[in-house]
């Protein structure tokens, strides 16, 4: 499976974008780019995903570079809430593999 | 609606006892997952259930680990022989799949932590 790569922690002020890259530069054409994320002693989330085209949804933005190489999960307006780990994991359209393959994701802190 | 639900929240044992891990998915989603969480790390996958059959047990560690979803709803995940390496969160998820859509979410559960002693 094609792999990524997000850096261990970020932080971000309150109120401010934030972006969050992933870089999966063995992605394959079939690969989707999906975005979880997981808040303190909870679950993780399903946040986006996306192809080859940007996509919006009330959540984020996802920003896919042109050779697909690498994406961005962008927060627009960060809040306290926001804090949390994101995963950026890669999922084969064609594979018979079903489920996610998680790294260990950003750790996002919001700064008050 | 209620989401995924996980009973016990917590779970205490000691070394070489038996625990049970029961999970509650969304009704109507045909699929279930069962994920583990170590400290530190990001959940890594056991088994995944397509209706009453796991389809996929590929990532179950070993033989003492087994799950099952008699009915094509609840599941629950069987540990025996239970060894400190065990502790962790396990997580459940479950998704509405429609076909071979890649886009199915899976909505996960507040997870179970298993301490073995």
């Known amino acids: 499976d094609a792999k990524t790569t997000q850096p261990n922690s970020m932080e971000s002020n309150e109120e401010e974008p934030v972006h969050l890259p992933c870089n999966h530069s063995?992605?394959?054409?079939?690969?989707?780019i999906h975005w979880y994320r997981q808040l303190p002693s909870q679950g993780p989330e399903y946040v986006i995903h996306g192809l080859t085209s940007n996509v919006n949804n009330r959540m984020a933005s996802l920003a896919i570079a042109e050779d697909r190489k690498s994406s961005t999960l962008i927060l627009h307006r960060a809040t306290l809430r926001d804090a949390a780990v994101y995963y950026c994991?890669?999922?084969?359209?064609?594979?018979?593999?079903?489920?996610?393959?998680f790294g260990s994701g950003t750790q996002l802190t919001v700064l008050p | 609606g209620a989401g995924v639900s996980q009973t016990p929240s917590n779970k205490v044992t000691e070394k070489g006892k038996y625990v049970e891990l029961r999970c509650d998915p969304i009704?109507?989603?045909?699929?279930l997952y069962w994920y583990r969480q170590s400290l530190g790390q990001g959940p890594e996958f056991l088994i995944y259930f397509q209706g009453t059959g796991a389809a996929d047990d590929s990532g179950l560690p070993n033989d003492r680990f087994f799950a099952v979803r008699p009915e094509g709803s609840v599941s629950t995940l069987k540990i025996q022989r239970t060894e400190r390496g065990d502790s962790a969160v396990y997580l459940c998820?479950?998704?509405?799949?429609?076909?071979?859509?890649?886009?199915?979410?899976?909505?996960f559960g507040p997870g179970t932590r298993l301490t073995v002693l």
């Open positions: 998820a479950s998704s509405f799949e429609r076909g071979r859509s890649i886009a199915d979410t899976q909505y």
């Open positions: 994991i890669l999922r084969d359209v064609i594979g018979s593999a079903r489920q996610l393959t």
């Open positions: 063995t992605i394959s054409g079939t690969d989707y």
């Open positions: 009704s109507g989603h045909t699929a």
